[in-house]
T-cell receptor, first 118, second 114 residues
Framework: AQTVTQSQPEMSVQEAETVTLSCTYDTSESDYYLFWYKQPPSRQMILVIRQEAYKQQNATENRFSVNFQKAAKSFSLKISDSQLGDAAMYFCAYRSLLTQGGSEKLVFGKGTKLTVNP | DAGVTQSPTHLIKTRGQHVTLRCSPISGHKSVSWYQQVLGQGPQFIFQYYEKEERGRGNFPDRFSARQFPNYSSELNVNALLLGDSALYLC?????????????FGSGTRLTVV
C-alpha cells in the first residue's frame, strides 16, 4: 500500500519570503500522480499543483513549484513571495495512474500547517 | 458553474443514530469520491462511485455505505454512529475518465457525534 509522509507538522514564513514544504512517499508503482492541496479554514481542499511521475520536468504554477525526485520518492513544494493568503494546511497526496475500472483513490499525508507572518 | 455542493454543512447526532450526507458533483462530472477527515489528520478515502457503480472502497466498516444516483449526485450513509465517526466528510468529483488530473472538493459536512 502506498503511504505519504509529511514530516513538518508546522512551518512559518515571513511575508514575501520563500518556504519549502517536504513530502515523501512510498510506492512500488512506476506511474502515478502527485498533488499538493491547500485547505484554508473554509475547509475546502484546493488543488495547488500536480505532477505526473513520467514527466521529468518539475511542475510550476505561478509562485508555486515542486522539486520532484522520483528515485528518492520526494515531492517538495516551494512557495515563493509568500502572501498572507497562503496561510493554510497543505496536504501532499498520491494517486495511482487511472486504469479502466480502477479506483481514483487519493492517499494523503497528515498535512503541514503554514503560518505567514506579516 | 456551481462547484461541488455538500449538505448539510454541519450536524450533530447521537451515538447509535444513522446519518445521510449528500453531495452534488460539478456538472458533467460522473465520478464522486468520499473522504473522512478526522481533526488533525489528512483525509482518508472511503468510497468512489463512477456511473452509479462502486469503483473503490477504503478500509471502513460495513456501517458505511454509499450510492450514486442517475444524475451523478451521491449519498453517504453511516449507521450505528460511534463517537469516533466525528469528522469532516469531504466529497470530491471528477470526470472519471483519463486523462484525469485532479478532483474538485466540496467544503464538507462537519459531523459531530455525542
Amino acid at each position: 500500500a502506498q503511504t505519504v509522509t509529511q514530516s513538518q507538522p508546522e512551518m512559518s514564513v515571513q511575508e514575501a519570503e520563500t518556504v519549502t514544504l517536504s513530502c515523501t512517499y512510498d510506492t512500488s508503482e512506476s506511474d502515478y500522480y502527485l498533488f499538493w492541496y491547500k485547505q484554508p479554514p473554509s475547509r475546502q481542499m484546493i488543488l495547488v499543483i500536480r505532477q505526473e511521475a513520467y514527466k521529468q520536468q518539475n511542475a510550476t504554477e505561478n509562485r508555486f513549484s515542486v522539486n520532484f525526485q522520483k528515485a528518492a520518492k520526494s515531492f517538495s513544494l516551494k512557495i515563493s513571495d509568500s502572501q498572507l493568503g497562503d496561510a493554510a494546511m497543505y496536504f501532499c497526496a498520491y494517486r495511482s495512474l487511472l486504469t479502466q475500472g480502477g479506483s481514483e483513490k487519493l492517499v494523503f499525508g497528515k498535512g503541514t500547517k503554514l503560518t505567514v507572518n506579516p | 458553474d456551481a462547484g461541488v455542493t455538500q449538505s448539510p454543512t454541519h450536524l450533530i447526532k447521537t451515538r447509535g443514530q444513522h446519518v445521510t450526507l449528500r453531495c452534488s458533483p460539478i456538472s458533467g462530472h460522473k465520478s464522486v469520491s468520499w473522504y473522512q477527515q478526522v481533526l488533525g489528520q489528512g483525509p482518508q478515502f472511503i468510497f468512489q462511485y463512477y456511473e452509479k457503480e462502486e469503483r473503490g472502497r477504503g478500509n471502513f466498516p460495513d456501517r458505511f455505505s454509499a450510492r450514486q444516483f442517475p444524475n451523478y449526485s451521491s449519498e453517504l450513509n453511516v449507521n450505528a454512529l460511534l463517537l469516533g465517526d466525528s469528522a469532516l466528510y469531504l466529497c470530491a468529483s471528477s470526470s472519471g475518465q483519463p486523462p484525469n488530473y485532479g478532483y474538485t472538493f466540496g467544503s464538507g459536512t462537519r459531523l459531530t457525534v455525542v
